[in-house]
């Protein structure tokens, strides 16, 4: 069961600590006859049957369609920390896909029991969050590949990121309570159906709040997780952006290949800028300073770059 949320006013002196930042947990699933497999930490329990192999975001990742009513139980094996009760710095990291708006998806349930409301949504209108939380200013479009981070300190930090950005520095949640984590916790679980069909490509759990740097060093679904200041920005690692950029974006590619066209898409998934052109050059002096992800394809196959506008 949940944890009793307080309504008492608790007034606390915040300290600074030093938190590991280990990847506990990975999962990739891309061998279809293994879709539990671990890269690192333990393998899935899936309960349910509901898990087909479906498309990735590029034809190297593969990815699957977990549908309605099965979900994922995860054995993390993060220490509780002393005079805390449950694991309350962690971050989760997980490449997503929304099939449809106008349903319910949950990413993360931390009662094991199931027997509760999950504890991060997309809403029907495609926004990210939860009424204890908040939510993200923005909506996320249909058919777009996203990386979601999850990254939390309770008692001091509870941050959604989307794509390397941060979208929503969430309001304040309590140490040992709804959004600390028991020895396991579940992965698109809900009690009562709002866990849509939903594809994921990529999951990873991390024993500490990454940071803004942290989190932009791991970029968007589709780029390399190796860990953190990884300069690869696609399997091959010979496509990529010259960042940062002011009012042209260079790409660099070998002489043998040709770009057949390139999307630019903001944090929130949303077409920024589209370009048909052959030309490795391209203007982007009308967009605002931020991190957008430039989808590139090049020969039939689809790459994804960060773009860093200055």
């Known amino acids: 069961m949940k944890r009793i949320i307080l309504t008492s006013i608790l007034?606390?002196?915040?300290f600074c600590f030093s938190f590991s930042q280990n990847r506990v947990g990975w999962w990739k699933?891309?061998?279809a006859t293994n879709f539990t497999k671990a890269e690192a930490g333990k393998p899935l329990t899936q309960v349910g049957t509901g898990v087909e192999k479906v498309d990735g975001p590029d034809a190297s990742?593969?990815?699957?369609?977990?549908k309605k009513g099965t979900y994922f139980e995860v054995d993390h094996g993060i220490a509780v920390k002393e005079k805390e009760t449950y694991v309350n710095q962690y971050s989760v990291v997980?490449?997503?896909k929304l099939p449809v708006l106008g349903v319910y998806?949950?990413?993360?349930?931390?009662?094991v029991t199931n027997t509760s409301d999950g504890d991060c949504f997309i809403n029907k209108s495609g926004i990210l969050g939860t009424y204890a939380t908040g939510y993200a200013p923005e909506p996320l479009s249909p058919d777009v590949w996203y990386r979601l981070v999850v990254s939390a300190d309770l008692g001091n930090s509870y941050k959604y990121y989307l794509n390397g950005s941060l979208v929503k520095l969430c309001d304040m949640q309590n140490k040992d309570e709804r959004f600390s984590l028991d020895k396991k916790v579940l992965l698109f679980a809900d009690d009562d159906?709002?866990?849509s069909d939903i594809d994921i490509a990529e999951v990873s759990l991390y024993d500490g709040a990454l940071t803004d740097a942290q989190v932009a060093a791991l970029g968007a679904a589709g780029q390399v997780?190796?860990?953190?200041?990884?300069?690869?920005?696609?399997?091959?690692?010979n496509i990529k952006i010259a960042n940062p950029v002011n009012d042209f974006v260079t790409i660099i590619c070998p002489d043998n290949q040709t770009i057949q066209n390139v999307i630019i898409y903001d944090t929130y998934g949303h077409v920024a800028l589209q370009s048909k052109t052959s030309d490795t050059k391209i203007n982007v002096s009308g967009l605002e300073k931020g991190i957008y992800i430039a989808k590139v394809r090049i020969d039939g196959n689809d790459y994804y770059l960060k773009c860093i506008k200055e």
Do not use: L, P, R
Not at 61 to 66: F, Q, R
Not at 225 to 237: A, L, V
């Open 11 to 14: 007034f606390s002196v915040s």
């Open 29 to 31: 699933f891309d061998d």
């Open 61 to 66: 990742n593969g990815a699957v369609v977990v």
């Open 94 to 96: 997980i490449d997503f």
């Open 105 to 111: 998806y949950n990413f993360i349930q931390t009662d």
């Open 193 to 195: 159906g709002e866990d």
């Open 225 to 237: 997780s190796t860990g953190f200041g990884n300069s690869k920005m696609n399997k091959e690692g």
